[in-house]
């Protein structure tokens, strides 16, 4: 078990992670997981962000789960350490933020663990499986697609290595992590090859900002509150 700073609570926070438990809970990553409760914690979704349908509201839920895997890697990259609790200690609940009710994530402050350099490309591989995990599970129950719910993840991901690969503190580690997520045999039994190298199209994630990176829409745009992203391939 390792000690957050106070630097990664708010980073945490920043990208709606928090360390306590939710106020309004919904639904654990170990009930999303189970098939008899997966439906019944999509329609959380989408009742608590106004989704007009399933579909929206699991693209809805990838994006706010998005944020975690993001942060995943982020940890790893900054600090060498990751959130490693199992998936009943992983919880969900609804918040208001920006006026707009939402769905977020709340984990403890327990689970933490620091990362040893010979355990990295396992690690990622780890986290890579279970945001897998997470999209086969909502497929069960929603008509989305997979790339859909993919690049709701890569698009975090583009920034959080921009700022990193810019910081002389962490841009060789970035660099490192970058090339784990690019190899093929990191993705074996997730993907015929590496999912993010496709998406990033050979470029560094710093030349795809404010680009149309995206090849499929991820249905923000009909999210009550919400708006078209920035990637999105439709504009």
Not at 124 to 151: C, F, H, Y
Not at 170 to 196: G, H, V, Y
């Amino acid at each position: 078990m390792t000690k957050l700073t106070n630097d990664q609570i708010q980073q945490l926070n920043n990208y709606s992670i928090y360390l306590k438990n939710p106020q309004r809970p919904l639904f654990s990553l170990e009930e999303l997981l189970y098939d008899e409760k997966n439906r019944d914690c999509l329609l959380l979704v989408q009742a608590v962000s106004s989704s007009p349908n399933l579909t929206v509201a699991a693209s809805f839920f990838m994006r706010r789960f998005g944020m975690m895997i993001a942060m995943q890697l982020t940890n790893l990259t900054m600090y060498d350490e990751i959130w490693d609790g199992p998936a009943e200690r992983m919880k969900f609940g609804a918040l208001e933020e920006y006026g707009n009710r939402t769905v977020s994530t709340f984990i403890e402050t327990g689970d933490w663990k620091s990362v040893d350099e010979e355990d990295r490309t396992a690690v990622i591989r780890g986290i890579l499986s279970m945001a897998d995990s997470v999209i086969r599970q909502i497929r069960k129950t929603a008509a989305v697609s997979p790339i859909t719910l993919w690049e709701n993840i890569f698009g975090f991901l583009l920034w959080q290595y921009h700022v990193l690969f810019n910081n002389p503190g962490t841009s060789e580690e970035a660099q490192l992590d970058l090339q784990i997520l690019k190899d093929d045999r990191t993705w074996e039994s997730i993907a015929p090859r590496s999912r993010f190298a496709a998406y990033l199209k050979g470029k560094e994630p710093s030349e795809l900002l404010n680009t149309t990176v995206r090849t499929t829409c991820c249905l923000s745009k009909d999210v009550p509150g919400l708006m078209q992203c920035g990637f999105c391939p439709l504009k």
